[in-house]
């Protein structure tokens, strides 16, 4: 009985360490809670958690886009989201990441981010030039909404460190300090609708209004990559539009370590448009994950090849 007894406890120990190297742990980098990449990446970590066998995902409130590529360029289990202009700053070392390229994979292409230059009404600003002299918030640290607004200002030949009273703040933060009469307008970068957005346009008393920027589209393409398209914001988004927001877009992307195992990769990939209906109850984005989006035209960073392994058995052409 006795080495009945023994034979069972380190059958189940073998059991228990199998279990143990089965179980993947993986962060999902996120963004702020006023954004889009917040809830998006809490539904995601749970769709893998139930859906891929031995995966635990979780979901971390971050920066944004830069914060997120260098947690990945720290080699640990991340995925991440990210503005493709951010992605392609650091998969070639350049900006925010001289001297330190991240060996970037694309897992897929998630959704267009649209730049909201948002004010109220009464603070005298109707167009791009009305910054100079105001107090702006240009994205929190750590941000690719900073990384856009910079650019943004740049081509509309607004000095950012001279030409505006700049703070550093995220979505939230941004409508909070809007409320409080402490900023005249913000940038941010995300998906329709921003919850923060929606707040401010929902507050008693307000009334939003976006600025039109397309005329710098061009100019920032010229120096930077095609990277930016003119899009509108539909007036319909937000209360209190009176017209549709002429705008910038960039896309979004879903990205990894190139060290990731493909069938890790594989497996987060098929995950994702198998159970993409959950992930739209989690926000409306998510509609716009589709398999005709993946393409390299879209991506500045090559596609991992688990990825491309089922977009391959999707019918998908990549080039």
């Known amino acids: 009985m006795t080495r009945l007894l023994l034979r069972i406890a380190v059958a189940l120990s073998a059991l228990a360490f199998a279990a143990i190297a089965l179980a993947q742990n993986i962060s999902i980098a996120t963004g702020g809670t006023g954004g889009v990449y917040y809830p998006m990446g809490g539904g995601l970590a749970a769709v893998l958690s139930k859906f891929v066998p031995g995966m635990q995902a979780t979901a971390e409130v971050t920066g944004g886009s830069v914060d997120n590529l260098k947690l990945i360029g720290t080699d640990k289990p991340y995925i991440g989201f990210t503005m493709a202009d951010a992605g392609l700053d650091a998969f070639k070392g350049e900006d925010k990441f001289k001297g330190n390229k991240i060996p970037l994979r694309t897992l897929m292409v998630l959704y267009p981010n649209r730049m909201h230059i948002v004010t109220t009404d009464g603070r005298g600003v109707n167009k791009l030039a009305d910054l100079k002299g105001k107090h702006v918030s240009t994205g929190s640290p750590g941000s690719a909404t900073e990384v856009m607004a910079f650019r943004i200002l740049e081509a509309a030949g ?138 390299a035209a879209a991506t500045p960073i090559p596609f991992h090849p688990g990825a491309a392994k089922y977009f391959a058995e999707k019918g998908v052409k990549l080039n």
Not at 175 to 204: E, S
Not at 262 to 284: N, Q
Request: aromatic fraction near 6%.
């Open 158 to 295: 607004i000095d950012k460190d001279k030409d505006v009273k700049r703070e550093r703040l995220g979505a939230a933060e941004s409508v909070n300090a809007m409320k409080d009469n402490k900023i005249d307008a913000f940038f941010w970068v995300g998906g329709l609708p921003t919850a923060a957005v929606t707040d401010l346009a929902n507050t008693p008393g307000t009334k939003i209004k976006m600025i039109d920027h397309t005329e710098v589209v061009a100019k920032m393409n010229q120096k930077y990559g095609p990277l930016y398209v003119e899009d509108v914001i539909p007036k319909a988004t937000y209360k209190g539009m009176d017209t549709d927001n002429h705008q910038a877009t960039v896309m979004n992307l879903l990205v990894a370590h190139a060290n990731m195992d493909d069938k890790t990769a594989y497996s987060i990939v098929k995950t994702i448009f198998d159970k993409r209906s959950d992930l739209i109850a989690v926000h409306k984005e998510a509609e716009n994950f589709k398999l005709e989006n993946q393409k």
